[in-house]
Every structure is written in structure tokens, then in C-alpha cells.
């Protein structure tokens, strides 16, 4: 079947509200380290897949998987050996108290969870998110998502919902320069105080670092502060690490780790699997068992022999590639790089991340910030004819970003500096001296 053939088929048999990267979309037939390879054999470098996050296809996943489904899969009801180890590994790379594990099959399906468990824990129903924030595809979580509420065919934030500022300190007021993390605090702070009458706050909900929000890093102090507020208003604290989580941010195995906080409740997806539908929460034994009021939790796939072989595999190459350390180290020359370019190229407003988690932020301005949108559009397109994929995101749809599979190697990431350096040329940005 040619492109074209499977193209028409799509049309035909699947929904328009899909979406399709690039003007002329990619026909991708095959995976292979931090490569993706099209039906004509020609090479991509990705850096846009953070769920492949061992690389694409990596042989011990593979075989791990293949191996465990010639024996046996059924669910969580049988006792299994691939389930308490995989359950005692993972809780052991998290700080005490969290030590209880669920295993789910999205990251979806993981923060759905989160939120039963917060409102089973706390009593209350009403939830605090951040700006920008995208928490999953189910109705309970597209109310918990600014990035879709506010969004084109959203229908605005719910009454249960609070929302407080992204903590963005590329965008934020002159008054805040001084200490962010405080004056961020402050506003989720205040935005607390809005909760309607005979609401109760179950969670607070936030990435610690914000992935569909723009590539936006906490500022110090900030999660510590909001935690505490968020815990004075009686609600749990949710760190949604499907994003970066399992070594990413390079310095950390959990992207909250860097910022000197503990969670109440932990939801993991996309990387957990390599690309196979698993996804995790972690909580302490004190929510597990609130939770736990004589109605089962039953998850058919949640949990099953292959889904947990495939998640230890994963933990495997972390640890036996030391890939949060290569993250740690190549994502520091990148970004040392990157803003190497954002001195000589107006258009690049601000470069941002951890680890394999970049953000450069494209603006037409730089007193004013008007987003650079077409341009960072133009960028993405111009590197996908170079042989590199990378994505554009951000509540205003200018932020590039940078987050490939951990074994992304050095000299891939150089040349894509190389190229972002010619693609920016190319918009005929003007380089200061
Ligand atoms: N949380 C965050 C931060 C995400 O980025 C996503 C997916 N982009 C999800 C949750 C939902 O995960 P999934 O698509 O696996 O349901």
C-alpha cells in the first residue's frame, strides 16, 4: 500500500480530530535506537519521542516482551512474580513514604486514578491545575486541562476546577523578577482562596516541568511553596511525572527530586513501557487504603505478566546504559549550545529545560514576546527536510522542543544545533553581533 493509499484510508475510516505531523506526513515503517525510518529507507533523527524512551525498538524490551507473551498473560486476580517484583522495583526508586503501586495502561487512566484516590483521601472534589497544564483524554481529565478546556472546541474551565498561573519566568511580570518561585507561590495562593462555597479541595495537580504548557521549569521554591499551600487547603499533592519521569531531567530519577518536594501521589506513562500501553501510580500506604472501601479496583490489562516484564526491562537499560547520567550530560552541552545560538538569533527568546527536556521559546520580539509562530512552525518543517523531527508546543503554539529517546547521542544532538543554527539562518532572522 502506498502512502497515498493508506492516506485515503484514513480519511475514510478514522477521525479528522486525529491529527497528522508535518505538511506532507511521514510514512514511518521502522524504529531503531533514536531513529525512526520511513517507507523509503530514509533516516529521521527523534527528538520528539519521549515514550520510546530506551530507543525505538530496543532488544532487551523487545525480548522481554516477546518472551513473557509465549508464556503466559492474564491480570492482576493470579498471583505473579513479574507484578511484586516489578511493584517492589519500582516503588524502590521513590522517596519514602510512597510505596504503593497501580498499574494502569495510560497516562490517562494513571492521573484518573490519581484523582479517585485524592477525592477517596481527602473528601473533597475540587482540583488546583496550572496554566497551559494537560492531565490526559478522559472527561475527567480534559476538565482537569487548560490546554484543552481553553482550546480550540473546549468548553472553558469547569466550576470544581481552580486554575493558578504557569509558573513562567520567561513571561513573567517586571514585580516577580526578583523571586519568582514567591511571587508564583503567592498567586497559587490566592487563587486558593477562590474555591466556590461548599467546595473542598481534593488535589493539586501539576508537572514538574511542563511538557504541553510550554517547556516551563518551576522556578526555586515554587513547588515547595504550592505544596504547602495546596496541603494547608486540604487537598493532596499530584506530581504528574508522565512526561519526565524515569531519569529525563538528567540530575533526577523523577523530575520532582529537583525541587526538593514529596508528592502525595505520583502518576507515570509514556517512557514506563518504551511504547507499550503501561502507565503506573504511586502513592503511600495511607491513600492506598482510604481508597480501598470495599469496591474493587480491577483493571483488565493494568498489571498483566508482559505489560510488568516490559516495565523491569525498561528499568534494566536505564540503569545498565546509565542513561539519566548520558541525559544529564548531553542535555547540558545542548543547552549550553542552544543558548549559544539564542545570543546570535533575535528570534530565539528563551531557551529552557533539564536533561533531554529542552524548550526554545521563538518570538518575533523581545520586549514584546509576540509568539513567533509561523517561524517556529517553518523551523520544524525546514528539519524534517534535514532528517530531524522535533515538535512545536506551548499555549501559544511557539515553543520548540526537544525531548528524544535517552539514547540520543551526542553528535546527533549536535548536528541538530548545527541545523536549527541554518534553519534560523534561513528565516532571515538578523544576528546581532
Ligand atoms: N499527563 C501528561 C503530562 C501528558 O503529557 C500526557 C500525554 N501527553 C498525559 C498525562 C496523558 O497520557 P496518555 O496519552 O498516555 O493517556
Known amino acids: ?12 475510516h478514522l477521525s479528522s480530530a486525529l ?41 532487551h524490551v523487545v525480548e522481554a516482551g516477546a518472551r513473557q507473551m509465549a508464556v503466559l498473560n492474564t491480570n492482576t486476580r493470579y498471583v ?82 481552580l486554575q493558578a498561573p504557569a509558573p513562567d519566568t520567561y513571561r513573567a511580570p517586571e514585580t516577580a523578577r526578583d523571586d519568582p518561585g514567591a511571587y508564583f507561590a503567592e498567586r ?7 474555591l466556590p462555597a461548599g467546595e473542598r479541595l481534593a488535589a493539586f495537580f501539576a508537572e514538574s516541568l511542563m511538557g504541553c504548557g510550554g517547556q516551563i521549569e518551576p522556578p526555586p521554591g515554587y513547588l515547595r511553596a504550592a505544596y504547602e499551600h495546596a496541603r ?42 518504551n511504547g507499550h500501553p503501561l502507565a503506573a501510580v504511586v ?4 491513600i492506598a487504603d482510604a481508597f480501598a472501601n470495599g469496591m474493587e479496583y480491577f483493571n483488565t490489562f493494568g498489571g498483566n505478566p508482559v505489560s510488568c516484564a516490559i516495565g523491569m526491562a525498561v528499568l534494566d537499560v536505564i540503569e545498565d546504559e546509565r542513561l539519566q547520567e548520558h541525559a544529564a550530560r548531553v542535555g547540558a552541552r545542548t543547552l549550553a549550545d542552544l543558548r549559544a545560538l539564542q545570543a546570535i538569533h533575535p528570534l530565539i527568546g528563551d531557551v529552557r529545560g533539564a536533561g533531554l527536556f529542552l524548550g526554545v521559546e521563538l518570538v518575533r520580539d523581545r520586549r514584546t514576546l509576540a509568539p513567533a509562530v509561523d517561524e517556529a512552525h517553518a523551523v520544524c518543517e525546514r528539519l524534517k527536510s534535514r532528517g530531524i523531527l522535533i515538535s ?42
Not at 113 to 138: E, F, I, N, P, S
Not at 403 to 410: T, W
Open 188 to 194: 497559587l495562593g490566592a487563587t486558593l482562596l477562590t
Open 80 to 161: 505473579h512474580a513479574n507484578l511484586v517484583r516489578y511493584a517492589e522495583r519500582l516503588a524502590g526508586t521513590f522517596p519514602d513514604p510512597l510505596e504503593v503501586c497501580f498499574f494502569v495502561c495510560s497516562g490517562s487512566e494513571a492521573n484518573d486514578l490519581a484523582l479517585r484516590l485524592a477525592r477517596a483521601a481527602t473528601g473533597g472534589r475540587a482540583v488546583l491545575v496550572l496554566d497551559g497544564a494537560y492531565h490526559g483524554a478522559l472527561s475527567a481529565l480534559i476538565d482537569l486541562s487548560p490546554y484543552k478546556y481553553d482550546g480550540a472546541g473546549g468548553a472553558g474551565r469547569p466550576a470544581h476546577v
Open 283 to 286: 502513592t503511600t500506604r495511607a
Open 232 to 273: 494547608a487547603a486540604g487537598g493532596v499533592c499530584v506530581a504528574d511525572e508522565v512526561q519526565v519521569g524515569f531519569g529525563r531531567v538528567g540530575s533526577h530519577m523523577w523530575g520532582f527530586e529537583r525541587h526538593d518536594v514529596v508528592p502525595d501521589i505520583v502518576t507515570l506513562g509514556k517512557p514506563i513501557g
Open 1 to 12: 500500500m502506498n502512502t497515498e493509499e493508506k492516506l485515503r484510508l484514513r480519511a475514510r
Open 19 to 59: 491529527s497528522l505531523s508535518y505538511d506532507e506526513p511521514l510514512d514511518i515503517v521502522r524504529g531503531e535506537g533514536a531513529y525512526l525510518i520511513d517507507v523509503e529507507g530514509r533516516r529521521y533523527l527523534d527528538l520528539v519521542n519521549n515514550v520510546c524512551h530506551v530507543g525505538h525498538c530496543h532488544p
Open 392 to 433: 512545536t508546543d506551548g499555549p501559544l503554539h511557539n515553543v520548540l522542543k526537544i525531548k528524544p529517546p535517552l539514547v540520543v547521542s551526542a553528535e546527533d544532538l549536535a548536528r541538530f544545533v548545527y541545523e536549527l543554527d541554518e534553519a534560523l539562518k534561513t528565516l532571515g532572522t538578523r544576528r546581532e553581533d
